[in-house]
């Protein structure tokens, strides 16, 4: 059983930045980073592999999120720079052993609790 614990959340003016933290409590291949805004589908966000470090994005947040992994650590981040409104969601960290590490939710089988990031106008 792999155990995911996220911090980092917070309010956040727009224009500012926040940095997401997510601790398992094993090493996984893949982790990575979805959100799921109120009334919206959960949708990915970031996510990077074990292996080789290769990471994908969200179109919507490629240049100004970056996910890196310590992987001694089992930690994986997600720094959020140029935040806006629209990135108000509830953050969820995931995590698989697996080799697929694309944006796709069913193919992580860990899921943390969440942390919300709100992000003001």
């Known amino acids: 059983q792999v155990q995911l614990v996220e911090s980092g959340g917070g309010s956040v003016q727009a224009g500012g930045s926040l940095r997401l933290s997510c601790a398992a409590s094993?090493?996984?291949?893949?982790m990575g980073w979805f959100r799921q805004a109120p009334e919206k589908e959960r949708e990915g966000v970031a996510t990077?592999?074990?292996?080789?470090?290769?990471?994908t994005y969200a179109d919507s947040v490629k240049g100004r999120f970056t996910i890196s992994r310590d992987g001694a650590k089992n930690i994986v981040y997600l720094q959020m720079n140029s935040l806006r409104p629209e990135d108000t969601a509830m953050y969820y960290c995931?995590?698989?052993?697996?080799?697929?590490?694309?944006?796709?939710?069913?193919?992580?089988?860990?899921w943390g609790q969440g942390t919300q990031v709100a992000v003001s106008s």
């Open positions: 094993v090493y996984t291949t893949c």
């Open positions: 995931a995590a698989d052993r697996g080799w697929s590490c694309g944006l796709i939710q069913r193919d992580f089988y860990y």
């Open positions: 990077i592999s074990g292996l080789r470090g290769t990471t």
